[in-house]
């Protein structure tokens, strides 16, 4: 938007008065946001927080910002630890018993990596089976030229994608 010294004029008028930035805006036909850009550059009064921390709305000052002193919670004091004797006979002998061992990190087995079979250059690569199983293994079939999968993969792997238009027909 360009500001005119006039349009400049009008919002400092209303923001003096106290409206909101949303208020200036639908009044001067501008968005919120180019109202408060605006008063920023224009280094305009700050308005106290819309947010009502405490339930009580704030009352609108004459270009000083309000200065809230909020009371800060005192600080708690930590509770002194009680020590009870334990009531049954199974918790006397819980609390006379060491504490159980922490339990023992097994370490996990290491990945299966087997190297890529390739019977040759010509062979299809389509994965079959589940990846780290013994049961894993590739096709093996005769590639076509230029891919890496047979007939059937390629069929698979390759599908052209229909065109909107033939739909909306």
């Known amino acids: 938007m360009d500001w005119s010294d006039e349009a400049i004029e009008t919002l400092k008028a209303l923001w003096a008065e106290g409206h909101s930035t949303a208020e200036i805006g639908r009044r001067m036909g501008i968005s919120k946001n180019a109202v408060v850009g605006k008063a920023h550059r224009?280094?305009?009064?700050?308005?106290?927080?819309?947010?009502?921390?405490?339930?009580?709305?704030?009352?609108?000052?004459?270009?000083?910002?309000?200065?809230?002193?909020?009371?800060?919670?005192?600080?708690?004091?930590?509770?002194?630890?009680?020590?009870?004797p334990p009531a049954s006979p199974v918790q006397r002998i819980m609390a006379a018993a060491p504490p159980p061992a922490a339990p023992r990190a097994v370490a996990?087995?290491?990945?299966?990596?087997?190297?890529?079979?390739?019977?040759?250059?010509?062979?299809?690569?389509?994965?079959?089976?589940?990846?780290?199983?013994?049961?894993?293994?590739?096709?093996?079939?005769?590639?076509?030229?230029?891919?890496?999968?047979?007939?059937?993969?390629?069929?698979?792997?390759?599908?052209?994608?229909?065109?909107r238009r033939e739909d909306a027909a």
């Open 42 to 84: 224009l280094v305009l009064p700050a308005r106290p927080s819309p947010i009502r921390r405490d339930g009580v709305p704030r009352p609108i000052t004459s270009g000083r910002p309000i200065m809230a002193v909020v009371p800060r919670p005192a600080p708690v004091a930590p509770r002194a630890s009680v020590t009870r």
């Open 108 to 163: 996990a087995p290491p990945p299966v990596v087997r190297a890529f079979p390739r019977f040759g250059g010509r062979t299809c690569c389509w994965p079959l089976g589940e990846p780290g199983t013994a049961a894993f293994r590739f096709c093996g079939g005769d590639a076509l030229t230029g891919k890496p999968y047979c007939t059937e993969h390629a069929a698979v792997a390759y599908v052209r994608t229909r065109d």
